[in-house]
């Protein structure tokens, strides 16, 4: 509760402190160039570009997961393993990701905005038997590939909104294998977390807010993700909801300073792979996966204003579960944090 409190009084505070300052300076015309001319670097499709400029990026993100939560009560290891009343023979205790993310933008217009997304991702998951053992299995490989299209639906001098319409290609691989205690030196197919993709394809629709003042800057982005039909494995990902908000503070002209809270809503898992023993353990039981969340990050940008440099920015964000409701049992969230760097020419 202490965690949403501060990261709450944050927010409210930059964006009060926003009003007063966009009241003062009503002639204000809303920028990119700017180090809070970007949402926090967690915040995907925020911007849009101007006729013929190109942007890179490429985002680093860790994530770590950690302790088991059933609904949004704690729950030790043991009380989910066979004989202790649980009805697994295996659990896990933690998992790390690590995404490498490269997008691409390019406006052709002034209205219109054209984007490409994809990733490489590495996981690692340590898990605990119910003979006391321990053992760990590793992903990686590329992921799903989005294209979107960004389009400007509303601009006045200070704010302005976008809609974003995309496709998400099911480009990465859902047949990750490893070894485990129970394959004999096999490998055997991972459980639905650790596939690196979906298998299917997704619709993307969002619609983004933006707003700037002389010395603040806020934003409002609603994204949703709709999957389609069934994976060749005979499932198919919990669609997803995401709702972020966010206010920065411009503290020099190469300096901003920002706080975001993201709510998220995501579907459980539909469907089953027959390759994967639902009682074996947790990750492999579909009734173990989705939720709602709430979330939030601190994050300051730097951007070059001038010099060889110009054009570049690089965004850092440390985000932490603020609130978490799992349908079932999972691994909870520990925290986030995201680097990354924009070129725009």
């Not at 659990?91 to 933008?105: C, D, I, K, R, Y």
């Not at 934003?219 to 995401?242: A, C, I, M, P």
């Not at 993201?262 to 990750?283: F, K, Q, R, S, Y």
């Not at 492999?284 to 730097?302: I, Q």
Request: glycine share 12%.
């Amino acid at each position: 509760m202490k965690k949403i409190q501060i990261i709450a009084l944050l927010l409210a505070g930059i964006s009060a402190f926003a009003q007063s300052d966009n009241n003062n300076s009503t002639d204000h015309i809303h920028t990119g160039n700017r180090p809070d001319g970007h949402a926090p670097i967690n915040v995907m499709g925020d911007h849009t570009h101007g006729k013929g400029e190109f942007m890179v990026s490429y985002r680093f993100a860790t994530t770590t997961m950690e302790d088991l939560r059933l609904g949004s009560e704690d729950v030790s290891f043991e009380s989910v393993l066979r004989p202790n009343g649980g009805q697994y023979m295996v659990t896990p205790t933690e998992m790390s990701m690590n995404m490498h993310m490269l997008g691409a933008m390019y406006a052709p217009t002034d209205k219109l905005t054209l984007m490409a997304m994809t990733m490489y991702m590495d996981m690692s998951m340590e898990h605990l038997t119910a003979m006391g053992g321990n053992f760990t299995t590793t992903s990686s490989g590329l992921g799903d590939i989005s294209l979107s299209a960004l389009y400007k639906l509303f601009k006045k001098p200070s704010y302005s909104i976008h809609g974003q319409l995309g496709i998400s290609l099911p480009t990465g691989g859902i047949d990750n294998e490893d070894v485990t205690p129970a394959s004999m030196g096999n490998e055997v197919i991972l459980p639905y977390p650790m596939q690196i993709g979906s298998g299917t394809y997704s619709g993307i629709l969002a619609f983004t807010y933006l707003g700037q003042s002389k010395c603040f800057s806020w934003g409002s982005q609603v994204r949703g993700e709709k999957r389609f039909g069934e994976n060749d494995n005979g499932y198919t990902l919990g669609d997803r909801l995401n709702w972020n908000n966010w206010a920065a503070y411009k503290a020099t002209d190469w300096l901003s300073i920002s706080t975001r809270i993201e709510a998220v809503a995501v579907e459980d898992t539909d469907g089953v792979n027959p390759d994967l023993n639902p009682l074996m353990v947790i990750t492999a039981d579909t009734a173990n996966s989705g939720g709602t969340f709430l979330n939030g990050g601190l994050g300051v940008n730097l951007y070059a204003p001038t010099s060889s440099l110009k054009g570049f920015r690089l965004g850092l964000e440390y985000s932490l579960p603020l609130a978490q409701q799992f349908n079932g049992v999972q691994l909870k969230n520990q925290d986030v944090f995201t680097a990354g760097v924009q070129y725009a020419f």
